[in-house]
């Protein structure tokens, strides 16, 4: 559990962290938990930043 939730209870979105603002402004009533920030390196497109957002829908 994370802060008292169930892990059925949490949602999780991978998304690419140029478009961090952008989700948030559209997020809603949700209530964000964590927001992780990596590098993935891919061979077509190079390296691009993603964010993985773990939320509670409200």
């Not at 939730?5 to 999780?12: I, Q, V």
């Not at 979105?13 to 992780?36: H, M, P």
Request: hydrophobic share 45%; net charge negative; aromatic share 6%.
């Amino acid at each position: 559990m994370i802060s008292g939730w169930k892990a059925s209870e949490l949602r999780s979105e991978l998304i690419d962290a140029r478009e961090l603002d952008t989700w948030l402004r559209n997020s809603g009533d949700e209530i964000i938990i964590d927001i992780n920030f990596c590098m993935v390196d891919t061979s077509h497109a190079g390296v691009l930043p993603q964010c993985l957002i773990i939320y509670k829908e409200a």
